[in-house]
């Protein structure tokens, strides 16, 4: 199966997903004044993020050999089950940013069921074929930043949520799987993003140094770009 076919395929999962993340967003976070032409155009954004991450997440994994962990063509089922966990993180992420832009929050009922799937997802990978060396990583990398943003947490005295903390632990573990380079361009990239934001804001007058900002958003986009940073290098 050639990259763009794996890609196709993943973009129309992508879809389907966005009904699955579309009843996670309502459940935890529902937006009663948007009606008529509004819920529309916003299912369709969702529709079309989900999709569009699918494709693109499963084009990278494809073209680059499952990050070097499992080439589809001679690790197929690593590779599947290897991407999964990439996809599954990805719809996490979706339904995580909106989540957390609405009520500041990043719900347990949706983050620990993905951080043990994505877990038992890798693992898997490894023994159909993938590199043990590889999840080994990814368990590190999960773990140090669970620790790191339970620190923050802890001298900031709550500036960073708990939710944000486990979260951390799902990302750490994503990037690690791809790479070392992959969790440092995706932390930096989260903590830029997320300042860059807070100082745009700040200089609109619609924050000051005392407000809030949600900082799931941030990590789901660092994510995505450690991840494709790590791609870039395969």
Do not use: Q
């Amino acid at each position: 199966m050639s990259d763009v076919v794996i890609a196709i395929v993943a973009v129309l999962c992508g879809f389907a997903v966005g009904v699955a993340i579309d009843r996670a967003i309502a459940r935890e976070a529902p937006e009663p004044r948007v009606t008529g032409r509004g819920r529309t155009a916003a299912h369709a954004a969702l529709f079309t993020a989900s999709g569009g991450a699918f494709g693109i997440i499963a084009f990278l994994s494809a073209r680059t050999a499952g990050f070097g962990m499992a080439a589809p063509g001679e690790l197929p089922v690593a590779f599947t089950l290897s991407t999964g966990a990439l996809l599954l993180v990805a719809a996490t992420s979706i339904a995580l940013t909106v989540i957390d832009v609405r009520t500041h929050r990043l719900p347990n009922a949706i983050v620990l069921p993905a951080l043990g799937a994505t877990t038992a997802l890798l693992a898997a990978s490894c023994l159909f074929g993938a590199l043990w060396s590889a999840f080994a990583r990814a368990v590190t990398a999960g773990i140090v930043l669970f620790l790191f943003f339970a620190a923050l947490r802890f001298v900031g005295r709550g500036a960073m949520g708990g939710g944000d903390v486990k979260f951390a632990a799902l990302v750490g573990l994503v990037l690690g799987w791809g790479g070392w380079t992959a969790v440092l361009a995706g932390v930096l990239a989260a903590f830029l993003l997320g300042g860059l934001v807070g100082l745009a804001l700040i200089l609109a007058r619609r924050a000051d140094r005392t407000t809030r900002i949600p900082f799931g958003p941030f990590l789901a986009a660092g994510t995505w770009i450690g991840t494709i940073a790590e791609g870039a290098t395969v």
